[in-house]
């Protein structure tokens, strides 16, 4: 089955600590997405990728960072520069960034 | 700055029956429309999609929309609800730079 999978599904971290989020896709799209979520507030974008070893900021980049050697791999690092990353992260795919996304199961990060 | 509206926050139906969650686009004259539902806790799920051509969509789990150009809106209806389609949902649009600017959600609650 093609699609997106995030791992873990929770994860719990001390404050001070980083933490990489993983993304996979099957699905050969090109671009990659990486979302925080909040209660109230929607999607809001932290990084982007059009093609591999290429990423660009999204609207709240600060606090994170991404790679992308692989086509289908786009992991999320939370630093310890994030200064409020409890949150639920959603990463997607899509095949150009003009079309429909396909979105992962999330992984909500809690920082004790 | 173009962007998604969607002017409820959180709706109210009765099981059975009809719904409709409203959505202003502000860009383009002929915009790339979508139509996302989320589950409590997963990720967002496509529903539908507009790019050119009729104007009344249909989507899956028994959802259509309707683009009025002279609204600038994209609502989605849905002629009976079920509590299974208790969720968030969020309408998406295609901007200036080829990326999708989610609006914010509306929280739908069905009541037995």
């Known amino acids: 089955d093609g699609g997106i999978t995030q791992s873990p599904k929770y994860l719990f971290r001390k404050e001070g600590q980083n933490v990489t989020l993983s993304c996979e896709q099957n699905?050969?799209?090109?671009?990659m997405y990486w979302y925080r979520q909040d209660p109230g507030q929607g999607l809001r974008l932290i990084y982007y990728?059009?093609?591999?070893?290429?990423?660009q900021k999204g609207d709240i980049a600060e606090g994170y960072s991404v790679s992308r050697e692989k086509k289908e791999s786009f992991p999320l690092t939370v630093t310890s520069a994030q200064k409020n990353p409890t949150a639920f992260y959603l990463c997607?795919?899509?095949?150009?960034?003009?079309?429909?996304?396909?979105f992962g199961p999330g992984t909500r990060l809690t920082v004790l | 700055a173009q962007s998604v509206t969607q002017p409820d926050i959180h709706i109210t139906v009765s099981e059975g029956a009809s719904l409709e969650l409203r959505c202003n686009y502000s860009y383009g004259a002929t915009p790339y429309l979508f139509w996302y539902v989320q589950s409590p806790g997963q990720g967002l799920q496509l529903l539908l999609k507009?790019?050119?051509?009729?104007?009344l969509v249909q989507g899956i789990k028994g959802f259509e929309a309707e683009f009025k150009r002279s609204q600038s809106s994209f609502n989605l209806r849905k002629p009976s609800v079920h509590w299974s389609d208790a969720a968030e949902y969020f309408c998406a649009e295609v901007d200036a730079g080829n990326m999708l600017t989610f609006g914010g959600g509306t929280r739908l609650m069905v009541k037995p």
């Open positions: 990728s059009q093609i591999v070893n290429d990423f």
């Open positions: 699905l050969n799209h090109d671009a």
């Open positions: 507009y790019f050119s051509g009729d104007t």
């Open positions: 997607a795919s899509s095949i150009e960034t003009y079309n429909e996304q396909f």
